[in-house]
C-alpha cells in the first residue's frame, strides 16, 4: 500500500499491518481506548508499515499537543512497544510515571552534550528499538528541524522510518524507510522534504 493523496488508500489503525521484527507490547485495555480515540476524531492510516527491528522514527510536524494523542492512539492500536523523547519538565509527578511507563525519556535540551552516543549505546545494548523523535523540536512554526535524530541513526547504525502527521485529512502516513548514509545537513535536508512533501500538515 502506498503513500496516497487522498482517503482511498487509508485504512482504520487496526488494518495497519505488523511485521514481524517490530518490537511490540500488549496494551491491554488502552488499545480500545486508542480505538476509540482514533475513531471519534476520524483519524486514519496509510502506506507501508516498517518491519525493522531497530530504527530511529522521525515523526513530524510537532505543532500541538495533540501530536502526543494522536501518536499514542495509534501506539496503542498497533500494539508498537517504542521509546521517545521528552521534555524533562513532563516527567514529574504521576505524568512522569505515565510517560516513563510508555517508554518516554527525560532530556534536558538545555544540556544535549553526548545525547547520541548515549542513545547507540542503548541501541547496541538491545536487539529490538524504535526510537521516535520529532524533530521539529518545537510546536513553533517554522522552526528550525533538529539533526538529532539522524546524528542518533548514524552512531548506531540503523535506518530512519520518517512517519507524518496530516491534521487536513486526519492521516497517519508511513514513508519507505531510509539509511542515514547522507552528509547531517543534507540528510536531515532530506527526510524533512520527503516528510512536508508526502503529506505532512500542521494543525491550523
Not at 547496541?124 to 522552526?143: C, E, F, K, M, Y
Not at 548514509?181 to 522534504?193: N, T
Amino acid at each position: 500500500m502506498g503513500t496516497a493523496s487522498g482517503t482511498e488508500r487509508c485504512v482504520p489503525a487496526e488494518a495497519v499491518r505488523i511485521g514481524t521484527a517490530v518490537p511490540r507490547r500488549n496494551y491491554g485495555w488502552l488499545r480500545a481506548l486508542g480505538r476509540w480515540v482514533l475513531k471519534a476524531m476520524r483519524w486514519r492510516a496509510e502506506g507501508d508499515f516498517a518491519d525493522h527491528p531497530r530504527l530511529v522514527v522521525a515523526l513530524a510536524p510537532h505543532s500541538s499537543n495533540w501530536d502526543f494523542v494522536v501518536g499514542a492512539a495509534f501506539l496503542f492500536v498497533l500494539g508498537v512497544r517504542v521509546a521517545f523523547i521528552g521534555k524533562h519538565t513532563l516527567f514529574r509527578g504521576p505524568l512522569g510515571a505515565f510517560m516513563r511507563w510508555l517508554g518516554g525519556i527525560p532530556v534536558d535540551r538545555s544540556r544535549p552534550e553526548g545525547f547520541a552516543e548515549a542513545m547507540a549505546t542503548a541501541f547496541n545494548s538491545r536487539d529490538q528499538l524504535w526510537l521516535v523523535i520529532a524533530p521539529d523540536g518545537t510546536r513553533r512554526h517554522g522552526a528550525e528541524f533538529k539533526s538529532g535524530f539522524y546524528r542518533i541513526a548514524q552512531a548506531a547504525n540503523v535506518p530512519i522510518f520518517p512517519i507524518y502527521l496530516n491534521y487536513r485529512r486526519r492521516t497517519t502516513g508511513f514513508l519507505p524507510v531510509l539509511d542515514a548514509d547522507m552528509d547531517v545537513a543534507a540528510g536531515v535536508e532530506h527526510v524533512r522534504h520527503l516528510l512536508y512533501s508526502h503529506g505532512a500538515r500542521r494543525q491550523e
